[in-house]
């Protein structure tokens, strides 16, 4: 299957930095980028989609200012989490897929934020 | 709106086979995924249904019927790595295209 990898891992920061997050597809073109969120024990969280070269389409309760998106190209993907608190820290995973209805998406390896 | 449920949690014992079910309501559906996912990692894929019928890969297999809204995941000669979450997903034309993921099934499997 294709591949997505994320960078970095694991970030560890103080309350109130900012955090990116890159996402990339590393054998395909990903016209289309999905950000989620997972809590400990919990399903996974759509947070935002985003088309190469578009704003990004939020989802409700999310807030875009917080969590600025940007898909510069199709293979690239960026979160940043502006000015972050404790309560954001989680699981951040990312997907890409390729276009057509019949695709799955593919996950990138996932990021643990923890905010202190 | 959509709403998918799965069980909570499951158990079986290895070598057994398991059936983990998944309900669904969209407002238009267009094909449903299932992924396995381990404690801290991210999910795999596992199979892929859009028309009714039952879709055989391996030890995995998945079941679809639209008229209902329902599809199950069968795991057959089950190892100890099959121990992890399973995550039903379906695509709604009516959401975007987007997947809403279903709320996951922890399975543990105990030798």
């Known amino acids: 299957g294709a591949v997505v990898s994320q960078h970095p891992s694991r970030v560890i920061c103080k309350s109130g930095t900012s955090v990116k997050i890159e996402c990339r597809s590393l054998?395909?073109?990903?016209?289309?980028m999905f950000w989620y969120r997972q809590f400990p024990k919990q399903s996974l969280m759509l947070m935002a989609t985003s088309n190469e070269g578009s704003k990004a389409t939020y989802e409700q309760g999310v807030e875009k200012d917080k969590f600025l998106i940007n898909h510069a190209s199709l293979t690239l993907s960026t979160l940043t989490v502006t000015s972050a608190h404790p309560e954001d820290s989680s699981f951040y995973i990312c997907?890409?897929?390729?276009?057509?209805?019949?695709?799955?998406?593919?996950f990138g390896p996932g990021t643990r934020l923890t905010v202190l | 709106g959509q709403n998918i449920d799965q069980p909570t949690e499951m158990t079986a014992t290895e070598g057994a086979i398991v059936q983990i079910n998944c309900t669904y309501q969209?407002?238009?559906?267009?094909?449903l995924f299932w992924y396995q996912q381990h404690a801290g990692e991210a999910p795999t894929f596992l199979s892929y249904?859009?028309?009714?019928g039952l879709e055989e890969k391996g030890r995995f297999s998945s079941f679809l019927s639209r008229s209902k809204g329902y599809s199950y995941l069968l795991l057959k000669e089950l190892q100890m790595k099959d121990s992890a979450s399973y995550l039903c997903a379906v695509r709604d034309h009516g959401y975007g295209q987007n997947f809403v993921f279903g709320p996951g099934t922890r399975l543990s499997v105990l030798p």
């Open positions: 054998d395909f073109q990903a016209t289309t």
């Open positions: 997907s890409g897929e390729g276009g057509n209805p019949a695709d799955t998406q593919y």
């Open positions: 969209t407002s238009g559906f267009n094909g």
């Open positions: 249904n859009v028309l009714d």
